[in-house]
């Protein structure tokens, strides 16, 4: 019974250990890997990111010049990121919120904006 | 006259992590024979390998387990490197190495916590996995998930300590160790504890190297065997030596993993106060070679075996994984008969079961 | 790879029986499909875990190996995962599942074959 008391005294004087999510939410880590963004401007369609996605989430259209990347299967291996000669995919820490029907996001290349069907 | 009743225990069961049945022949609460029923997460991950490029295989093999994901990724990786084969510089070796005891921390507070509450002491089980967040935060922070790290590739790794995060690494370690001191010797002195696995699920020596068990079941019984001691990586450099118990029960299981854990966190201090200068990647030419390779790593569960074979082109020809659970299973049949009917979860779950390595 | 020897299938339980009287400890068996035989090679460890030693054998696909767990009950699980997914006959497992131990009853049988072949599915959304 000794041992215990310093941890009963210290579980009884702090407080509660978890956070009262969503109202409180923890900042991510600068280092995590939250999700991938992709930029039309840069990409030139050359296809190394969707031969090397191990998820095959990523698929790309070259008679309509579009690049179709489902969010749902990407496992955030960072692997396109680093791939992409262009510097057309960027990392952000933050994961994604939520989303109750798996969305496709399907990009233009080069200038366009994207046409996000939620 | 003595009744029989047959019970399956599983697959579904709070005790057990995954799903596995067993079922039970009864004779007035003593436990009699035992099937064990598997396939219940079989997935065909070995022919999967076979389908895919073998860069890709890293991705789909660390999926395997999500508690032992770690050591599955640094085997794969070495056994393929060594079809080559490729020479690392010294860093590598140790960041594998500090990365592999980080896991290997992770997964022993998870079983201490199973295992209290495997006996209904439940806030027990609140306290060792609040200390487990703390080293679930740091591979967050070094590696950049949680669970699934992925930062193997063949040649090398993808993210490096610098440091910053070095002393940030050894300030949290502190504190890991003194909190889990602590709650290990609230646990492994108690007074009930010990009445229920002192002398519970005995495995004599002779009877552990003949079902072939691995890790710390084996270790328990007296045997000192540890693939630790082949010196891969960076164990060769490091102040090691196996933990060995003599008893062969769930206690003496129990204490070797509780002393594991406070060893794992002195060889990550003792690595990283050795770290030495050098690059992280090195070079890869061409497809893997016609070739056959094996690597043996020590998983938090016991001994892990990664089969390789090449044939020049750039999917593998064959991938074989022999996972520690798989050796420890035949170990359940031998300790169940003769138990009572309330000591069965803490039998099964001594021996740490990890049924999704088992099956792939 | 070191510590490879070439046996006949007749010498399996003999030179197992040698090597685990040694001290040794049975480790696993890797099968190989080569398209007109069957490759099977047994692991041992010994000296605490730091040597391997291999034994290979190669039989036709329709040939009998004998069992190793007479010897050690630690090669039952991989001898029926042998027979059920690579169509290898064993004779005389301790506890013989009969090809229902990973597999359920409507799964394509012997999968790990060559001649099966392994098409990715295709991934719904």
């Known amino acids: 019974m000794p041992v215990m008391l310093p941890t009963v005294l210290r579980n009884l004087l702090d407080g509660p250990a978890t956070r009262l999510y969503p109202i409180q939410v923890r900042e991510p880590f600068q280092n995590a890997r939250g999700h991938i963004v992709f930029n039309d401007d840069k990409c030139t369609l050359c296809s190394v990111c969707a031969l090397r996605c191990p998820a095959e989430a990523i698929s790309i259209d070259k008679e309509s010049r579009t690049l179709s990347f489902h969010p749902a299967r990407c496992i955030v291996c960072e692997v396109c990121v680093l791939g992409c000669p262009s510097d057309a995919i960027t990392l952000i820490y933050k994961w994604r919120t939520p989303f109750s029907r798996k969305p496709v996001e399907v990009h233009e290349a080069r200038g366009k904006k994207p046409r996000t069907p939620m | 006259m003595a009744t029989r009743t047959v019970v399956p225990f599983g697959p579904q069961h709070p005790v057990l992590p995954e799903p596995i049945q067993l079922r039970l022949t009864y004779e007035d609460e003593k436990v009699v024979e035992v099937t064990p029923v598997i396939g219940y997460g079989h997935r065909g991950i070995e022919k999967a390998c076979e389908l895919n490029e073998y860069a890709k295989n890293i991705y789909l093999c660390e999926r395997v387990c999500g508690i032992c994901s770690y050591q599955h990724s640094a085997t794969v990786v070495e056994a393929m490197e060594r079809l080559w084969p490729l020479e690392l510089t010294p860093r590598i070796n140790y960041l594998r190495t500090i990365w592999s005891e980080m896991a290997r921390t992770h997964s022993h507070l998870l079983w201490l916590g199973l295992l209290a509450d495997a006996f209904g002491f439940e806030s027990m089980f609140m306290q060792f996995w609040r200390i487990r967040e703390k080293v679930l935060d740091l591979l967050e922070q070094t590696t950049g998930h949680r669970v699934i790290q992925s930062v193997n590739i063949v040649g090398g790794l993808r993210r490096d300590i610098d440091e910053q995060q070095k002393r940030m690494i050894v300030g949290v370690l502190a504190q890991v160790r003194k909190e889990s001191q602590s709650l290990i010797k609230a646990l492994i002195h108690d007074y009930t504890v010990k009445k229920r696995t002192v002398g519970v699920g005995i495995i004599t020596k002779e009877q552990a190297v003949s079902l072939g068990c691995v890790g710390p079941t084996l270790r328990a019984s007296g045997i000192s065997e540890d693939v630790r001691l082949t010196k891969y990586h960076a164990y060769g450099e490091l102040n090691f030596e196996p933990i060995v118990e003599s008893a062969g029960d769930c206690y003496a299981r129990a204490a070797v993993r509780a002393r594991e854990l406070i060893q794992a966190i002195d060889l990550q201090l003792e690595a990283l106060s050795k770290l030495p200068e050098g690059e992280i990647a090195v070079k890869v030419k061409g497809n893997p070679p016609a070739n056959e390779a094996v690597m043996r790593t020590e998983a938090p569960r016991g001994e892990l075996f990664y089969y390789a074979k090449g044939n020049g082109t750039r999917k593998l020809e064959r991938m074989k994984i022999r996972t520690p659970t798989y050796a420890n299973l035949p170990a359940v049949l031998v300790l169940l008969p003769g138990c009572q009917l309330a000591d069965v979860p803490v039998n099964v779950l001594s021996i740490d079961p990890c049924i999704s390595c088992t099956e792939r | ?125």
């Open chain 3, 1 to 125: 790879m070191e510590n490879l020897i070439k046996i006949d299938k007749s010498a399996i339980v003999t030179e197992g029986k040698k090597l685990l009287d040694a001290g040794g400890k049975f480790v696993t068996a890797v099968c190989n499909d080569l398209d007109a035989e069957m490759e099977v090679t047994y692991f041992f460890s010994s000296n605490r875990g730091t040597e391997m030693q291999g034994l290979r054998c190669t039989v036709a696909k329709d040939e009998e190996v004998p069992s190793l767990t007479g010897e050690t009950l630690a090669a039952v699980l991989i001898e029926n995962e042998l027979q059920e997914l690579f169509g290898l006959k064993v004779k005389g497992i301790a506890i013989d599942y009969g090809g229902n131990m990973l597999l359920a009853h409507d799964s394509p049988t012997t999968p790990m074959l060559k001649e099966k072949k392994a098409e990715p599915k295709g991934v719904e959304n």
